[in-house]
T-cell receptor
């Protein structure tokens, strides 16, 4: 089975802090994604990556950056966290377009 | 542009009753279609997928879905719902460049 592991299930950070959310997949998938999920807004794509060192903006990239130095790892970075970035963050990987394997999620609270 | 509509925000069924969750999509070509399930506080899990071929697809946990091109629908069904099926269900279409479009989700409540 594909396993996607997000390093932190729950994080509490202060406004202005730099935040790293890490995601690792073990199935050699080319594609990796970061979504955020908020009540009433559904899943929104932040960034995705097709290959090492490649990244593409999703629908809401503002305030975020990503890093993919190794195929199995895709990191989401909040350079200066703000309260409106309090959310559930979901990482996913895929080999086939649309067939996503998700991690358990990281719930971030920014105070 | 591709889109997915799940008309029902919330559905309540009794345990043992049948279930149908609706999904309509808009996509220019033959779509890749998916259903995911999400338990509270968890990530999404793939229930089933349609790429081509037989329009009735079977998934995990006893779920099935039927692709109807003429109606642009991909409804999820289960003959007999269990209390553990209570969750949020998302329909999705896999589109260009690997980007997926998700519906807003349907929350399923199961009455004992």
């Amino acid at each position: 089975d594909v396993k996607v592991t997000q390093s932190s299930r729950y994080l509490v950070k202060r406004t202005g802090e730099k935040v790293f959310l890490e995601c690792v997949q073990d199935m050699d998938h080319e594609n990796m994604f970061w979504y955020r999920q908020d009540p009433g807004l559904g899943l929104r794509l932040i960034y995705f990556s097709y290959d090492v060192k490649m990244k593409e903006k999703g629908d809401i990239p503002e305030g975020y950056s990503v890093s993919r130095e190794k195929k199995e790892r895709f990191s989401l970075i909040l350079e200066s966290a703000s309260t409106n970035q309090t959310s559930m963050y979901l990482c996913a990987s895929s080999l086939v377009p649309g067939e996503l394997f998700f991690g358990e999620g990281s719930r971030l609270t920014v105070l | 542009a591709q889109s997915v509509t799940q008309p029902d925000i919330h559905i309540t069924v009794s345990e043992g009753a049948s279930l149908e969750l609706r999904c309509n999509y808009s996509y220019g070509a033959t779509p890749y279609l998916f259903w995911y399930v999400q338990s509270p506080g968890q990530g999404l899990q793939l229930l089933l997928k349609y790429f081509s071929g037989d329009t009735l697809v079977q998934g995990i946990k006893g779920f099935e879905a039927e692709f109807k091109r003429s109606q642009s629908s991909f409804n999820l069904r289960k003959p007999s719902v269990h209390w553990s099926d209570a969750a949020e269900y998302f329909c999705a279409v896999g589109g260009n460049a690997g980007k997926s479009t998700f519906g807003d989700g349907t929350t399923l409540t199961v009455k004992p």
